[in-house]
């Protein structure tokens, strides 16, 4: 048996028994905590005095509600000596109990159990076999003895002084004296010694540690002594859980905690007395708050006795000072609890910590984990936490406080508020939970019974779950909301009015007033109204540069957190559409990097439909799609339709780009609500689904959505190509058309728009022209195109744009030797992933024709796609005719002037009546 550190103590044993066989007794309690090798010494004491001839008689005490009478002694003598010994034994033994039954108390060390002649006889079974061969007495667990069994040995000490008999008995320290009658009686003893053994020191670790491997690498003792104090057989435990966590986990000053050690934990703390798992207990529920007072206060129990049992547990080494030396540990002993005493020890530990003056946060967590919030100051203390939390940047505390809080609640205007508070904070944790309430963020509305600051999260709700009229509905509310509410929350009102009015231009304007509630601080702006402000400019008349100048300044006052990541939002989608993609990829990785290890799911699904969008934009088509999904499954589509068209729009836009037909026709297929198209969102989803008619050979199809989608952009008054650039979309179609004076018209109407710096739309634009016109004019607008949209970052339209001009030869500065624009067209196209036509990527060797049709002749109007008929009928709308007057100039109905004037205004993109003048002025 390998012993470590014990051979000061081994020795002093080997000695006393040495002597023993010269008829010097000897006498010995050997203390120390669970576990801390004292059953081995015994075990190593008994070897050696069977090889030097003695009789060696053993017992071990259990714990036990009720021990037998002589339950120990009887282990005792069942080797003791001959036959007849055993046969005098058994008699005295039954004598023995029969005397103790009629003990009023054999729990009492005060009253004489055993009748002195019985106990005579009982020794004299020992003392018999002591005067021919030594006798060796181990008794472990002695504090666990019957208290007749230890007046037996007593009684035998006393006559054993001069007899070669040697008793030694172990006994776990703890931090009450066990049998204290016992103790005293062992020490009036002369030839009594009593030994203690100790958790092992840094050095005896490291020897237990020396046979771990042969290579010589091992954990480091210092790490091991740190985590078990000592303890030899949490240490041998540990080295168990690194054997099984395999070479990995032993690299030098490397351990591995694992279920070997939870157990040797557990082991420990039931093998101490009852009062020890108790404080156990409480130390563990209330982890680094816990203190001996506050342990004392729970248990209701003296300050020194839980002192005392904290000592305990540190030679045992499970913890220093209160607190557990390794999570493990603590998690053990949790794991040993009962839910029910866990609960009640940590509502306990909470209502304690909170009279103490613990930070709300602290005591919270322990209600949270107890369920209870009942009483009023476990609601205060909820309540206050939240706010905490929120300060603090973690929404997901907040709503987990409030949350126990709201359902602890029994006043439903209270109940109410905390509902609209938790979901306030719910939506960044855990959308799913959020939309699920939103029958419960609305119903308060009928009872007017909501806040002015929960007005703006109602409508987000409302809005995301594609209930516009109820959006309507509510913002009367908020509007006179905001001439009385305090300065936060009417700025709060006042940027929720501006957003909503954004995404659904529907909206009726703001009738309380126009200027924003920063106008009073025209210095110092806040940021969530710039971020807004921005993007209403750009999508209006407004200068591209000077919006993303200001979207830029506004994400600076914004900052990373929580709270402002909706007008952080804005802020970046403005980035986006004046062409800043790159800036906003730069605030994207920003603000990833503050984002921690809480997993808020509404924040993931903000900054993923962005990076989809700007993964979209840089041609990225791969990383582009595998973020729209992800954003699908993020947003709760049963509950929010509307929100749930974002990233459902995204990923179309990836597979039509990506030339995935069978995918594309999937996402098309899947339902949208109707009141998509009176959103910003309409024309974004009609402008994919385009694309996806294109893509599946049905140019008619995808010129309505092209069109319909321009008219919807024109009538809200944000035809921004930015946003979609129905113009080329559509002229693209006419090309498939047949149509190319249409198509013409409407590219030089997006170049027009586009501007002169490079962009997307200029750069689709470009070639659209190019795809209408011939010989080096259409070169060189490829070879324009090509340039602006490879500034701008777009490889997927980059590639189809080189593809052309690969069919026109060699572009300007190109070698002779080589097909540079072919092998350019290739590059990009591979990097985003597209599966274009084949014929786009082919080189110029194996001619194909291209996807555009030859230049038309010149001198075809716009007006040409019309049949005679509704040319006849437009000229006469144009003059001003009404339809009436048309039809009785026609001799038609006046149902089919208006089904020709409908099929005019789609093929000539019109949305007005009057626009009609423009077109037929010449």
Not at 259 to 274: I, T
Not at 535 to 562: I, K, M, N, S
Not at 752 to 774: D, E, I, K, N
């Amino acid at each position: 048996m390998n012993l470590f550190e014990r051979d000061d103590e081994l020795k002093v044993l080997r000695e006393l028994f040495t002597r023993s066989l010269e008829g010097a007794g000897a006498l010995v309690l050997v203390t120390g905590p669970p576990t801390a090798g004292k059953t081995e010494l015994l075990y190593e004491m008994a070897d050696f005095a069977a090889d030097a001839g003695a009789v060696v008689l053993t017992a071990q005490c259990l714990r036990a509600s009720e021990v037998a009478p002589l339950d120990m002694l009887s282990q005792l003598l069942a080797k003791a000596g001959s036959p007849a010994r055993h046969v005098q034994a058994d008699g005295l033994l039954a004598e023995g109990r029969a005397a103790a039954a009629h003990s009023s108390d054999l729990r009492s060390e005060a009253i004489g159990h055993i009748p002195g002649q019985i106990l005579d006889g009982l020794c004299e079974v020992v003392l018999g076999p002591a005067r021919q061969e030594p006798v060796l007495l181990l008794v472990d667990d002695v504090q666990f003895a019957d208290v007749p069994s230890l007046q037996f040995l007593l009684h035998l000490a006393h006559r054993s002084r001069a007899a070669r008999l040697m008793i030694v008995l172990a006994e776990r320290a703890g931090p009450e004296t066990v049998h204290p009658l016992f103790r005293a009686g062992l020490l009036g003893q002369p030839h009594y010694r009593q030994l203690s053994v100790g958790p092992l020191s840094v050095a005896g670790v490291d020897a237990l540690l020396a046979g771990w491997a042969a290579d010589g690498a091992r954990p480091s003792a210092a790490v091991v002594h740190a985590i078990t104090g000592g303890n030899p057989l949490l240490t041998r435990a540990l080295l168990q859980d690194s054997r099984a966590a395999g070479a990995e986990a032993h690299r030098p000053g490397g351990i591995a905690v694992g279920s070997a050690y939870q157990q040797a934990v557990r082991y420990c703390v039931h093998r101490a007395q009852p009062a020890t798992r108790d404080v156990a207990g409480v130390a563990a529920v209330m982890g680094d708050s816990a203190s001996p007072e506050l342990i004392a206060r729970i248990l209701d129990r003296g300050d020194d006795a839980v002192e005392r049992t904290l000592a305990s547990l540190e030679r045992t080494g499970l913890v220093t000072g209160s607190r557990f030396r390794h999570t493990a540990a603590r998690e053990a002993v949790l794991a040993d609890l009962t839910q029910r005493e866990r609960t009640d020890l940590q509502r306990r530990a909470a209502r304690a910590l909170d009279e103490d003056g613990a930070s709300s946060t602290t005591v919270a967590l322990h209600l949270l984990s107890s369920g209870y919030a009942e009483e009023e100051w476990a609601q205060r203390v909820l309540d206050e936490a939240a706010d905490e939390a929120a300060a603090l940047g973690r929404p997901d505390h907040a709503a987990a406080f409030l949350d126990l809080a709201s359902r602890a609640c029994g006043d439903a205007r209270r109940r109410d508020e905390l509902v609209m508070r938790l979901a306030h904070h719910e939506q960044w944790v855990n959308p799913f939970a959020t939309a699920r309430r939103v029958h419960r963020l609305t119903r308060p509305l009928r009872h007017d019974r909501v806040a002015p600051a929960h007005l703006p999260l109602i409508l987000r709700h409302l809005f995301m779950s594609g209930r516009l009229d109820e959006v309507a509905a509510v913002l009367p509310a908020l509007d006179a909301a905001r001439t009385v509410a305090d300065p936060e929350t009417a700025l709060r009102l006042r940027f929720s009015r501006l957003s909503l009015g954004t995404w659904y231009p529907a909206l009726p304007d703001d009738e309380n007033g126009r200027e924003d509630v920063a106008a009073s601080t025209e210095t110092h702006p806040d940021p969530r109204l710039r971020a807004v402000g921005a993007l209403r400019a750009l999508l209006g008349p407004g200068d591209r540069q000077a919006a993303a100048e200001e979207a830029d300044a506004a994400l600076f006052g914004l900052g990373t957190g929580v709270p402002a990541l909706e007008a952080v939002g804005t802020a970046l989608v403005t980035l986006i559409l004046a062409g800043r993609t790159e800036r906003a990829a730069d605030w994207c990785e920003r603000l990833l990097e503050g984002e921690d290890e809480s997993g808020l799911a509404g924040r993931r699904l903000v900054l993923t439909l962005i990076r989809a969008e700007i993964a979209l934009r840089h041609g990225d088509l791969v990383p582009a799609d595998r973020l729209a999904r992800q954003a699908m499954r993020l947003i709760p589509g049963q509950y929010w339709p509307l929100g749930a068209s974002i990233p459902l729009v995204l990923a179309l836009r990836a597979a039509v780009a990506a030339g995935n037909l069978d995918a594309a026709a999937e996402l098309a297929g899947r339902p949208v609500p109707h009141t998509l198209m009176d959103t910003l969102l309409g024309p974004l989803y009609l402008h994919a689904r385009g694309h996806f008619e294109l893509l599946a050979g049905r140019p008619d199809g995808a010129l309505d959505d092209f069109l319909t989608c321009g008219r919807i952009m024109r009538k809200g008054r944000f035809d921004l190509p930015a946003l979609a650039p129905w113009r080329s979309d559509a002229a693209e179609a006419y090309l498939a058309l047949g149509c190319p004076a249409e198509a013409r018209w409407l590219a030089e109407e997006q170049l027009a728009l586009a501007g002169p710096g490079p962009s997307r739309a200029r750069g689709t634009a470009l070639r659209m022209l190019a795809a209408v016109s011939s010989g080096e004019q259409r070169e060189r607008l490829l070879e324009e195109s090509a340039a602006a949209l490879g500034a701008c970052g777009d490889r997927a339209e980059l590639a189809k744009t080189l593809a052309e001009l690969s069919g026109e030869g060699l572009p300007r500065g190109a070698a002779a030797d080589g097909q540079p624009a072919a092998d350019q067209a290739r590059e990009p196209a591979a990097r985003c992933g597209t599966r274009p036509a084949p014929h786009r990527l082919l080189p110029k060797t194996r001619p194909v024709p291209s996807v555009y049709p030859a230049r038309t002749a010149p001198g075809h109007e716009v007006r040409a796609a019309l049949t005679s008929a509704e040319e006849r009928v437009a000229k006469l709308a144009a003059r001003g005719r009404t339809n009436r007057e048309i039809a009785s100039e026609l001799r038609v109905t006046a149902s089919t002037v208006e089904q020709h004037l409908t099929k005019v205004y789609r093929k000539l993109a019109l949305t007005r009546r009057g626009e009609l003048t423009e077109v037929f002025s010449c």
